[in-house]
């Protein structure tokens, strides 16, 4: 009879069976803190238990914090002793239940191992000293030499707030440029991208630690909390988009995938993998069943939602045909039902609307396309396209349609300079605003149509007259400090 592990050891002490693995991968070797056990709780854990969210009052994510106990008041950790310790209680899998991590598929067996194995050895906190990074949260939000670098900018539904990105923060600011309402500072090194709720009444926020984890980031706009983290993948999470009923959200990711979940809970929803390079951005259909993403393998496709299933490249796949990777989509505003011409004996169909998509990256020119696609398909075929603009210099990093969809924005950079235009989509005549500084990655238009906001590498929010290109006002992201290193 082959020994019980700690996990099993563990687990008959509190009266459960451990899960059966053939065999169980054992930890050789000092278990380190830093080392092994840190990233298992970064991935796994710190989502609920971090300052911005500390559930059952119970931070993870330093040291101190991590030996405290939480509002049971039960020791949490007690070096030496795992069968005394409430978190490996939680985390153990007894007769086939687990506390935590709540509402997420349990902890592998040779992760909890691992954290079993740390604990009997004493719960040693081995970081080194140069890895120790200064505390960074609501109370002691970053402070900056120079404004942050801004990757994304969105405007409340309601046209009050501006939010922008920041490092470990999402900056609301009043949508005139007057005051800082709010930072919103979560776990995440980098957020990259942000998008309201079409009820204005949350804010979503595609975010992650490069290289280490991802993370959904969903904050109460009106009350100023993190409502809902979900960590996923290894890296970084772009291109963050609500469907419109606001009951789902998809992300894309540096893992090639695209991703949604659902928006109360977290729970993933879909799963696609059949990109071959990072996904840098998403949309949904008018009507939510489908999922449009955009990557640097140069291709637009398109994915049904309930099935998780590919269902067709929207742009062409011959090579060539597109000059380099997609960074920016956007789905035009609803349009008249319009019919589909099949041939000239077919039987008429009841009317049906269809959804028009905008693209954009590397090459720097906009491109319409229809997302549903009305012919079969042939070798080297461009059949959804509908238009090409004029090329901007560089790549476009963002693109958005003006709330009436007849108009849209979109920011390019090349050689340290931006460019932001607004195109007319019938006429394809276009406006460069004025006045915009240094490499521009984000655009977004207020509610109202009268106004476009962009921003990018130094740091500036530039609103501009969309009709005339005029520059109305310029504001930096978050006021500068002298001393304290930028992040």
């Known amino acids: 009879m082959r020994p019980l592990s700690l996990v099993g050891l563990v687990a008959l002490a509190f009266g459960g069976t451990a899960r059966a693995v053939e065999p169980p991968a054992v930890v050789t070797g000092k278990v380190s803190y830093f080392r092994d056990v840190r990233p298992i709780f970064q991935q796994n854990c710190q989502g609920c238990h971090q300052p911005a969210k500390a559930n059952a009052n119970y931070v993870m994510t330093d040291f101190a914090s991590l030996l405290k106990p939480g509002e049971t ?35 592998k067996p040779t992760e909890i191992e691992t954290i ?9 906190d081995d970081t080194p000293k140069n890895a120790v990074e200064p505390t960074i949260d ?53 957020v ?49 988009s609500w469907s ?28 696609m993998g059949t990109h071959s390079d990072w996904v840098l951005n998403t949309v949904f259909s008018s009507d939510g069943k489908h999922v449009v993403s955009v990557s640097r393998d140069m291709s637009m496709k398109l994915t049904e939602v309930v099935t998780q299933r590919f269902v067709d490249n929207v742009t062409s796949i011959t090579p060539g045909a597109l000059k380099g990777g997609l960074m920016a989509v956007d789905r035009r505003p609803s349009k008249e039902a319009k019919l589909a011409k099949v041939s000239p004996d077919a039987p008429k169909a009841p009317p049906q609307a269809y959804d028009e998509l905008l693209c954009a990256g590397s090459d720097g020119k906009p491109r ?94 530039f609103a501009n007259d969309p009709a005339t290109g005029k520059l109305v006002r310029d504001f930096p992201a978050v006021p500068a400090n002298k001393t304290t290193a930028s992040k």
């Open 244 to 271: 419109a009923d606001g009951s789902l959200i998809a992300v894309g990711g540096a893992d090639n995938t695209v991703r949604a979940i659902d928006a109360m809970t977290g729970k993933q929803v879909l799963f």
């Open 368 to 461: 319409l396309y229809k997302m549903h696609r009305e012919v079969a398909r042939v070798i080297g075929d461009d059949a959804n396209r509908l238009k090409e603009f004029a090329t901007m210099p560089g790549r476009i990093s963002a693109v958005q349609f003006d709330p009436a969809g007849k108009r849209f924005a979109a920011a390019s950079s090349l050689d340290g300079k931006g460019e932001v235009r607004v195109y007319d989509i019938d006429s394809a005549k276009f406006v460069a605003c004025e006045k915009v500084t240094g490499p521009v990655y984000a655009v977004a238009w207020s509610p109202d149509g009268k106004t476009i906001a962009s921003a990018g590498f130094d740091g500036t929010i």
């Open 116 to 124: 079993t194995k740390w604990v009997a050895e004493g719960a040693a």
């Open 73 to 107: 008041a039960k020791p949490s950790i007690v070096p030496g002793k795992p069968e005394a310790s409430y978190l490996i209680a939680e985390i153990v899998v007894k007769d086939g239940q687990h506390e935590m991590p709540k509402d997420r598929p349990p902890l």
């Open 192 to 240: 990259q991208s942000l998008a309201f709720s079409p009820d204005g009444k949350s804010l979503a926020a595609s975010a992650g630690n490069p290289g280490r984890t991802g993370e959904v980031q969903i904050w109460d706009v009106a009350k100023r909390t993190l409502r809902l983290s979900a960590p996923m993948t290894f890296d970084t999470l772009y291109g963050v």
């Open 138 to 190: 609501a109370a002691h939000p970053p402070k900056y030499v120079g404004p942050p670098v801004v990757t994304s900018l969105a405007y409340s539904p309601d046209g009050k707030f501006l939010a922008f990105t920041g490092y470990h923060e999402i900056v609301l600011h009043a949508a005139d440029g007057s005051a800082v309402v709010a930072r919103l500072v979560g776990m995440s090194e980098r």
